[in-house]
């Protein structure tokens, strides 16, 4: 059965995601650069796939392989990003490519590779996962990644959203720790919660501030 794709499938929110939407049923492929299970093999029939988010090639692939064994996904997510400190003037140009083609280009490429399938069968989900509300100037890279996943969310939307596929971004305004404001668990219920909302009460962001979720 149609599953969920979880695309850089991390300790963090990538591991949380993948047993929400598992608990409910859904078989859930994991792409990262390590291919890693992330502790999940034999449950909820994860299977794990190899791709660095900056190759278009090897993304695509990973996408092509999982939709083989799984068929067209019911939800992606989109949860790879490059997150370092850097001021403004002081990444190098080649950073600052780097740092966007995997916060902002590969988003872009999962989703105009799986979202014409979902058109196709009339719906589907893709959540990116956003932060940084408030540009600053400490992640300058990350800051300006941020800005350009909503937009991203806005375009895809344009593109796909009359067809019936539900595009959004998770924003998550601070460090995620286990135990804390900013419990992975806790944030993973925002992307159950918008690939369950039908048509009429579809939201395309919502904000995990640690204080209250809007």
């Not at 850089?8 to 409910?24: W, Y």
């Not at 080649?94 to 719906?123: F, K, S, T």
């Not at 806005?154 to 959203?161: H, P």
């Not at 992307?191 to 369950?196: A, K, M, S, V």
Request: aromatic fraction near 6%; proline fraction near 6%; charge should be negative.
């Amino acid at each position: 059965m149609p599953g969920a794709v979880m695309i850089g499938a991390g300790p963090g929110i990538g591991r949380s995601v993948a047993r929400r939407f598992g608990r409910e049923g859904l078989p859930v492929a994991l792409v990262s650069r390590t291919g890693d299970t992330l502790g999940l093999d034999g449950r909820h029939g994860v299977r794990a796939y190899r791709a660095d988010c900056a190759d278009e090639t090897a993304l695509r692939a990973a996408l092509d392989a999982s939709a083989a064994d799984l068929g067209t996904p019911d939800v992606v997510v989109y949860n790879a990003a490059i997150i370092r400190p850097d001021s403004p003037g002081e990444a190098t140009v080649r950073a600052h490519l780097d740092a966007w083609a995997v916060n902002v280009v590969g988003a872009l490429i999962a989703a105009a590779h799986v979202a014409p399938a979902m058109a196709r069968r009339g719906g589907g989900t893709f959540i990116i996962t956003g932060g940084m509300p408030e540009p600053k100037r400490q992640y300058t890279s990350l800051s300006l990644g941020k800005s350009g996943v909503r937009t991203l969310v806005a375009l895809l939307d344009q593109e796909y959203g009359p067809a019936g596929v539900h595009v959004a971004t998770v924003t998550v305004a601070g460090p995620v720790a286990p135990g804390t404001a900013f419990d992975p668990d806790d944030i993973a219920e925002h992307y159950w919660r918008l690939h369950t909302q039908t048509r009429d009460c579809w939201e395309q962001e919502i904000l995990h501030d640690g204080l209250h979720d809007r």
